[in-house]
C-alpha cells in the first residue's frame, strides 16, 4: 500500500520504458506468461542440476512458498483496475519475478535480505514507494542489525541495482534452463550477495 501510495507515477514510467523494450515487446506481443511457467512444479524440479530453474524450485520448497502467493497477497490490496491489459501484463510480470530475483542476486528471505533487495529494486524501478520503505526500516533496524553494517549492505544493494541489466524485461522464461552462474554474468553486477545477508 506504501509503494501504491508513494510510486509518483513510477507505474506508468516503468510501463512504457518496458513496453519499448526488446523484451517488453516479445512480452506484450507473445502474451507470454511468467507466472504458469513458475507454477509448473513438475517442470522446474525437471531444470538442469545447477540451472536458474533448479535454484528457484529449491528456494521455493525449501522457503514452502508457492508463486501464486504473491497473487494471493496482492489481491488484497485494492490496485487500480482501469489499467489496460498491457499495462495489468507488465505490473503482474514485475510482481511475479520477486523471487527470481532473490536468486539472482543471492539476497535471502531474511529481513536484512528482504531489505537489500528492496534497495536493489528501488535502483530497478526508481518507485519512491520502494525508497521511502528502505529508508524508514533502515532506520528502525539498523540497532538490530549493527554488526553486518546495515548502511553498507543498503548502498550495495543499490550499486548492484544500478549496474544490473533492467531485470524487469528480461525473458524469464528462456533463463530457467540455463546455468545460474551464467545467468549472473549475463545479467552484470548480480553477483551474489555478501556472505551475511545470504539466508
Given amino acids: 500500500k506504501v509503494i501504491e501510495a508513494l510510486s509518483g507515477g513510477a507505474e506508468e514510467r516503468l510501463f512504457h520504458r518496458f513496453e519499448a523494450s526488446h523484451g517488453?515487446?516479445?512480452v506484450l506481443g507473445e502474451k507470454l506468461d511468467l507466472l504458469s511457467v513458475l507454477c509448473d512444479?513438475?517442470?522446474l524440479a525437471a531444470m538442469p542440476e545447477g540451472s536458474l530453474g533448479a535454484a528457484y524450485y529449491r528456494f521455493m520448497t525449501s522457503e514452502n512458498l508457492t508463486?501464486?502467493?504473491?497473487?494471493e497477497a496482492s489481491n488484497e490490496m485494492k490496485l487500480r483496475e482501469n489499467m489496460p491489459e498491457?499495462?495489468?501484463?507488465?505490473?503482474?510480470?514485475?510482481?511475479?519475478?520477486?523471487?527470481l530475483w532473490h536468486i539472482v542476486t543471492g539476497y535471502?528471505?531474511?529481513?536484512?535480505?528482504?531489505?537489500?533487495?528492496?534497495?536493489?529494486?528501488?535502483?530497478q524501478t526508481r518507485n519512491r514507494?520502494?525508497?521511502a520503505i528502505v529508508l524508514l526500516i533502515t532506520y528502525s533496524a539498523n540497532k538490530t542489525y549493527a554488526g553486518c553494517g546495515l548502511w553498507r549492505a543498503i548502498r550495495e544493494g543499490y550499486r548492484r541495482g544500478r549496474e544490473a541489466h533492467w531485470l524487469p524485461a528480461e525473458i524469464w522464461e528462456e533463463l530457467l534452463p540455463l546455468p545460474l552462474e551464467q545467468v549472473r554474468a549475463k545479467l552484470a553486477g548480480t553477483v551474489p550477495a555478501p556472505e551475511c545477508l545470504r539466508a
Avoid: W
Avoid at 67 to 71: E, F, N, T, Y
Avoid at 108 to 123: I, K, P, Q, T
Fill in 108 to 123: 535471502g528471505r531474511d529481513g536484512l535480505g528482504e531489505l537489500s533487495l528492496l534497495a536493489f529494486s528501488y535502483a
Fill in 86 to 99: 498491457a499495462g495489468k501484463r507488465f505490473r503482474d510480470r514485475i510482481r511475479d519475478q520477486h523471487d
Fill in 41 to 43: 512444479r513438475e517442470k
Fill in 24 to 26: 517488453g515487446k516479445r
Fill in 129 to 131: 514507494g520502494i525508497g
Fill in 67 to 71: 508463486a501464486d502467493g504473491l497473487v
